[in-house]
C-alpha cells in the first residue's frame, strides 16, 4: 500500500463547515417542537443564514486558494470523518443556496403559515423538508467521507419524496412511490459499492481512498454498482422514467426544488466518485458509454418534450434533457488523449451547466406554477394571451429557456461552449452534433410555448387567482441569474479549480 | 464434521431455502411472514460470524420493525388488490440481472480477497480507552462517526415526518389509526399486560450495556417502541395525537441533546462532537439513553401510520 498518507488538519475557519450542515438540522428539530407555525419562519431565518455561511466560505476559499478543511470530533481519517470544501464545493453550495433562498421566496404565497391558528399539514412538511435538503446537499458537497455522503444521500430522499405527493392526489402518491423505489434502489446499490470499497481499502476517505485505489476487479465492481444507483437517483436515460410524473405533480415550489436541485446532489456524487475518490479509473470505453447515455437523454429527452401537450410535464421531460448534457463531460475528462487542460475544461463545463439548470429551471417551473394558478390549468394549446395578463412571469421563463437553449450570454450557452470546445479539442465530433441537436430541439419547444402564450387567446382570458408580484419577481430574479451567469467567465470561474489534484495520469487505465 | 459445521450449513440451507420462499410465494401476505423468518435466521448467521451487534440490529430491525411495516403494508392495501398484481417479465428480468450483478460484485471480492484485509479494527480497538466504552461499535457510533449517527437519526425523523404527509388534511394532528394490525381480543390484552414489563427492563438493559457490550439504542429502542405498540394495539392505551407536545419533544429529544454536547465540545474539547476528557462516557451514556427513547417513539409512530382521526378537542 503506497504510503503517501499525509494528514490533513483543521484550518482556520474550518468550523463555518459545520455549521452549513448543523444550521438546517437545527431548523428541523425546533421546527417539529415548536410546530408548524413557526416553520416558516424559523425557515426565513436559517436559510438565508445558510446563504451567508455559504458565500463566506466561497469567499475564503476563492481568496486563499486553498480548501477549507474541518476534522470532526478531532478524529483523523481513516478513523473520523473530514468535511472539505473545495473549489467544486463552495460554488455549488453558494449556487444552490441562493436557488433554495429564492424558492422559499416564492413558496410564501402557497405554503405561509404565519397567519395560521393551528400547525396545517402542508406548510409544515414543505418547511421542514426545504431545510433538510438545503442541509443534506451541504453535506454532499463538504463530505470528504463516502459513508457520510450516504447518510446525506438518505437525508436528501427522505426530504424529497415527500415533496412530490404534498397534494395528495392519487396519482402524484403513485409518483411519489416510484420515486421512492428507484431511489432506495439507488441508495442500496450506492452502499453495497462503498462497503466493497472498505472492505478492499480500509477507508472511507475519499482522499485517502484517491491514494490506495488500484485497477483491480472488486473496485471496478464497487463502482459500477455505485455509478448505477446514483444514476437511478440523477434520472439518467433509460431510468429517468419516475421523473417526469414526479416534477410535473408536485405543487410548484416542490417541482422547482426538485428538478433544479435534489437532482443535482447525486449527479455531484458521480463526479466525485470519479474525478476524486477513484481518479484515473474511469476507462474510455466506459466514459463513451456514459456519454452514449447522456446524448441518448438529451435526444429522447427533448423529442418527449417536444411532443407534451402540458406545460408543466414539457419542463419536466426538459430536465430529463438537460441532465443529459451534464453527462457529456464524462467522455471528454477521460478521452483517449489525457490533458490537465480539457480534464479541467470538461469539469468546468459540467459544473457550470448544473449550476446554471439549477437557475433557469427553477424559474421555469415557478411560471409555470403561476400560470396554472391563474388559469386553474397548464394545458399548452390554451395558453393564448397570458403573456400579455402575466408578462413578468412569461418573461422568466422566456429567459429560462434560452438559457436551457445555450443562447449567449447565459450560463447555458457557456457550458455548452466550453463542452463543444472540448469535442474539438479530443477530436470527439460526434458528441458536438448531439449538442447542437440538443440546442435545435429545445429551441423548438421554447418557440412553441411562448408564440402561443404570445397569441390572441381562444376565448376571453379569465384569470382565477391574482398572482403575487414577489413570486414573479423570485421566478425573474433566478431567470435573470441564469442569464448572468455567462459573466462568470470574466470572474470567479477559477474558483472551480481551488483544491483539485492535477489530471490523473494515463499509465493508471 | 463437527456439529457447528453441519449446523451451519443446515442453518445456510434453510436461509436459502426461506429466501426462495418468500419470492415465490402466491400472497403478499405469506411473502411478508417468510421475509420475518428470513430476518430471523440471518440474525443467528450474524451470531455465528460473532457479530452479535449485527445480529441484534437484524433481529431487531430487519426481521421485526420491517417485518411489522410490511404487515401494516399488506393489511392497509386491500389484500385482493396486491395479490393479483402480477409483475412484468422485463421487471423482473430487470431485477433480476441487478441481483446478479450485486451478487458478482459480492462474489468476487469474496472469492478473491485480498493478501491481507485491511481493517480499521486494531486501531479503534487502540483509541477506545479513552472513551471508557468497552464495546467497538459503539466507539465509532459515538466517537469516531458521530456525524453519521446524529445524521441518521434526522433521517428517521424525516421517515416519519413523510409518513405523517400522507394523512388527509382534516385528520392532520389526529391520532394514528391502528386497527390494521389486530382486534383486540383476550389472549392479546393478556399478553400486552403480561410483556410490557419485561420488555421495558430488556429494552433499557440493552441501551445500558451497549456502552461495553453488544446491544444499544437502536435496539434498545426498538424493544420499547414493540412494547408501546403492543399496549396499543391491544386497546389498553390510546395511541397519542400526533401534535402533542410532549411527542414532538420525546421526538427531538435524542438528536438535540447529541447535538447540544456535539456544539458543547467546541467549546470544552475544541472541536465539534469532541468530549472533553473524562467526561466522554456519562455524556455517551446520557446521549443513548435519550437516542433510546427517541428512536423508540420514533418506530412506535412509524408503525403506528399517518393520522386517521381529527382529534377530539
Not at chain 1, 471496478?220 to 414526479?246: I, V
Not at chain 1, 408536485?250 to 436541485?261: D, G, T
Request: neutral net charge; charged residues 10%.
Amino acid at each position: 500500500m503506497p504510503a503517501t498518507t499525509v494528514l490533513d488538519a483543521t484550518t482556520a475557519d474550518g468550523a463555518l463547515l459545520v455549521l452549513a450542515i448543523v444550521l438546517p438540522v437545527v431548523g428541523i428539530l425546533l421546527s417539529f417542537v415548536l410546530g408548524g407555525r413557526y416553520a416558516e419562519r424559523i425557515a426565513g431565518v436559517l436559510l438565508p443564514a445558510g446563504f451567508i455561511v455559504a458565500c463566506i466560505i466561497f469567499l475564503k476559499v476563492w481568496q486563499g486558494g486553498e480548501p477549507l478543511i474541518y476534522i470532526v470530533g478531532g478524529w483523523q481519517p481513516p478513523l473520523g470523518i473530514t468535511l472539505r470544501a473545495d473549489g467544486l464545493s463552495v460554488a455549488m453550495m453558494v449556487a444552490m443556496a441562493i436557488v433554495i433562498c429564492l424558492i422559499g421566496v416564492f413558496a410564501h404565497a402557497n405554503f405561509g403559515s404565519r397567519a395560521a391558528s393551528v400547525e396545517t399539514r402542508a406548510p409544515l412538511v414543505f418547511w421542514v423538508m426545504l431545510m433538510a435538503i438545503s442541509g443534506a446537499m451541504n453535506m454532499i458537497f463538504l463530505g470528504g467521507d463516502l459513508f457520510t455522503l450516504y447518510v446525506a444521500l438518505e437525508l436528501l430522499t427522505f426530504a424529497a419524496v415527500p415533496l412530490v405527493c404534498l397534494d395528495g392526489r392519487v396519482e402524484t402518491l403513485q409518483a411519489a412511490l416510484r420515486y421512492l423505489l428507484f431511489a432506495l434502489l439507488g441508495s442500496i446499490l450506492y452502499l453495497v459499492g462503498t462497503a466493497l470499497l472498505y472492505g478492499s481499502y480500509g477507508t472511507l476517505d475519499i482522499v485517502l481512498m484517491s491514494q490506495r485505489v488500484r485497477l483491480e476487479p472488486a473496485t471496478l465492481a464497487a463502482a459500477t454498482l455505485m455509478t448505477l444507483g446514483l444514476f437511478a437517483k440523477t434520472a439518467l436515460f433509460p431510468l429517468h422514467l419516475w421523473l417526469p410524473p414526479a416534477h410535473a405533480g408536485a405543487p410548484a415550489a416542490a417541482s422547482a426544488v426538485l428538478s433544479a436541485v435534489v437532482v443535482k446532489g447525486s449527479f455531484f456524487l458521480i463526479v466525485r466518485l470519479w474525478f476524486d475518490a477513484l481518479p484515473g479509473l474511469l476507462s474510455v470505453a466506459a466514459s463513451q458509454l456514459i456519454g452514449v447515455l447522456g446524448a441518448s437523454a438529451i435526444i429522447c429527452g427533448n423529442i418527449v418534450a417536444l411532443r407534451q401537450k402540458r406545460l408543466k410535464l414539457l419542463i419536466a421531460y426538459s430536465t430529463v434533457a438537460q441532465i443529459g448534457y451534464l453527462f457529456l463531460m464524462f467522455p471528454l475528462a477521460f478521452s483517449a488523449d489525457p490533458s490537465p487542460h480539457h480534464y479541467g475544461d470538461a469539469l468546468t463545463a459540467g459544473m457550470l451547466q448544473t449550476i446554471s439548470h439549477a437557475t433557469a429551471k427553477a424559474a421555469m417551473f415557478m411560471a409555470a406554477g403561476l400560470i396554472y394558478a391563474a388559469l386553474g390549468h397548464d394545458r399548452i394549446s390554451e395558453l393564448g394571451g397570458i403573456a400579455r395578463a402575466l408578462p413578468m412571469t412569461m418573461f422568466a421563463f422566456g429567459l429560462g429557456g434560452l438559457c436551457l437553449i445555450g443562447l449567449p450570454p447565459t450560463g447555458g450557452f457557456l457550458a455548452k461552449w466550453l463542452l463543444l470546445e472540448a469535442t474539438i479539442a479530443t477530436a470527439q465530433w460526434w458528441w458536438a452534433i448531439v449538442i447542437i441537436a440538443g440546442g435545435l430541439l429545445t429551441s423548438a419547444y421554447i418557440y412553441i410555448v411562448l408564440s402561443r402564450t404570445m397569441g390572441p387567446p381562444n376565448a376571453p382570458l379569465t384569470l382565477y387567482a391574482a398572482v403575487p408580484k414577489y413570486q414573479e419577481v423570485a421566478a425573474l430574479g433566478l431567470a435573470c441569474l441564469s442569464v448572468l451567469l455567462g459573466l462568470v467567465a470574466l470572474g470567479p470561474i477559477d474558483v472551480l479549480q481551488v483544491g483539485r489534484p492535477e489530471a490523473p495520469m494515463a499509465g493508471l487505465r | 464434521m463437527s456439529i457447528a459445521s453441519v449446523f451451519d450449513i443446515a442453518l445456510v440451507a434453510l436461509i436459502l431455502a426461506i429466501g426462495a420462499s418468500t419470492i415465490l410465494v402466491r400472497t403478499a401476505f405469506a411473502a411478508v411472514v417468510m421475509f420475518a423468518v428470513y430476518g430471523l435466521l440471518l440474525s443467528i448467521a450474524w451470531v455465528r460470524l460473532h457479530a452479535v451487534d449485527v445480529a441484534l440490529t437484524e433481529a431487531a430491525i430487519g426481521g421485526g420493525m420491517t417485518g411489522l411495516l410490511l404487515l401494516g403494508a399488506v393489511a392497509r392495501s386491500r389484500s385482493d388488490d396486491v395479490d393479483r398484481v402480477r409483475v412484468g417479465y422485463p421487471v423482473r428480468l430487470a431485477a433480476g440481472g441487478l441481483c446478479a450483478l450485486v451478487v458478482a460484485g459480492l462474489a468476487i471480492v469474496v472469492l478473491h480477497p485480498p493478501a491481507a484485509v485491511p481493517t480499521l479494527a486494531p486501531v479503534v480497538m487502540e483509541n477506545l480507552p479513552p472513551s471508557g466504552l468497552g464495546n467497538p461499535v459503539a466507539g465509532v457510533l459515538f466517537v469516531f462517526r458521530a456525524l453519521d449517527t446524529l445524521l441518521e437519526k434526522v433521517v428517521v425523523l424525516l421517515a416519519l415526518l413523510g409518513v405523517w404527509s400522507l394523512a388527509p388534511d382534516r385528520a392532520w394532528g389526529g391520532t394514528p389509526g391502528l386497527q390494521v394490525y389486530a382486534k383486540p381480543d383476550p389472549p392479546l390484552i393478556f399478553l400486552a399486560q403480561l410483556l410490557p414489563p419485561v420488555g421495558i427492563v430488556f429494552g433499557i438493559y440493552m441501551c445500558w450495556v451497549g456502552a461495553k457490550d453488544p446491544g444499544g439504542a437502536f435496539q434498545g429502542g426498538t424493544v420499547l417502541a414493540a412494547m408501546w405498540l403492543l399496549v396499543i394495539v391491544a386497546g389498553l392505551q390510546k395511541a397519542p395525537a400526533i401534535s402533542r407536545l410532549w411527542l414532538r419533544g420525546l421526538l427531538i429529544a435524542g438528536p438535540m441533546l447529541f447535538l447540544a454536547i456535539g456544539l458543547a465540545g467546541w467549546v470544552f474539547a475544541d472541536a465539534f462532537l469532541a468530549y472533553p476528557e473524562g467526561y466522554a462516557k456519562p455524556l455517551i451514556v446520557a446521549v443513548e439513553a435519550t437516542l433510546t427513547l427517541s428512536i423508540a417513539v420514533a418506530l412506535a409512530m412509524l408503525a403506528a401510520g399517518p393520522p386517521e382521526r381529527a382529534q377530539q378537542q
